[in-house]
């Protein structure tokens, strides 16, 4: 699914990345525990947060995440967004709470990583 | 075994959260412009992240060291202390003697080291209490 196609669903407001939105996303995670996403994200993943500090696009650069939709209207910073555009992140904003933003993306088809129970240990090597 | 051909140490300080991915992203560009394999490089990236937050949070401040021949990379974590209590609680995954603000900042969540271990083709951790922690991580290139 193209990041524009996550927008429409979400009714979600672009806050930088306009030039990268027709980006696929396969699989998405929901959380605002960075530890748990740097052990369980895979590969063109869309990451939903409420947490909007600047570790959310640190944690995004090291895992290869190209897009980030912060929850509940969320807006970080300028310091924040200025990072992510540098990399290349497209975040985008909803309205919507984490739950629910999840359930849409969800019914919409796309599936958290299935794979990602804490025993397997060969989940970050793309086996 | 071949010699290195890089050897970057790079400085961690304790508690000083607002540079904390500094040097892994440093890494992470450097080994790219290297030409790493993605998926290799994800796993390093990801191991380097979590071992150079805990130096932040848990360490009274240490280096991280990247070394890199043609058929490794290795990780190399080194801290003045305090020293890990007990090295088999804290490889438990959800085991976590994190402060508040770490936890704040979205970390603390017990998966730092079982999650370097996972990505981490070898992995070793040795701590003595007072003198500091040492962990070594290797990455196998072929």
């Known amino acids: 699914m193209k990041i524009t196609e996550i927008m429409r669903i979400l009714d979600a407001r672009v806050l930088c990345g306009e030039d990268w939105l027709d980006q696929e996303v396969s699989t998405a995670c929901g959380s605002d525990l960075m530890s748990d996403v740097l052990a369980f994200v895979k590969e063109k993943t869309v990451l939903i947060t409420g947490l909007t500090n600047i570790h959310v696009i640190r944690t995004a650069e090291m895992l290869d995440i190209h897009c980030i939709v912060f929850a509940r209207g969320k807006v970080p910073g300028e310091d924040v967004l200025e990072e992510a555009r540098e990399l290349g992140i497209v975040v985008l904003t909803t309205r919507h709470t984490t739950y629910t933003t999840c359930g849409l993306l969800y019914q919409a088809g796309i599936r958290g990583n299935s794979d990602c129970a804490p025993q397997a240990s060969d989940i970050a090597r793309g086996e | ?142």
């Open chain 2, 1 to 142: 075994m071949q010699e290195f051909s890089l050897v970057d140490v790079y400085p961690v300080k304790a508690l000083d959260y607002a540079t904390a991915g500094d040097a892994s992203a440093t890494i992470k560009r450097k080994l790219k412009q290297l030409g790493v394999d993605s998926t290799i490089l994800r796993r390093i990236a990801v191991a380097s992240y979590e071992v150079e937050l805990n130096l932040i949070i848990h360490s009274a401040g240490g280096t991280l060291t990247l070394k890199m021949n043609p058929t490794e990379i290795q990780l190399i974590s080194s801290d003045v202390g305090p020293g890990i209590p007990d090295i088999q609680k804290a490889l438990q995954e959800g085991y976590s003697t994190a402060s508040e603000e770490a936890r704040n900042l979205g970390f603390g969540a017990g998966m730092g080291l079982p999650n370097m271990k996972r990505n981490a083709d070898e992995f070793s951790i040795q701590s003595e209490m007072g003198k500091g922690t040492l962990i070594q991580m290797r990455f196998h290139l072929s």
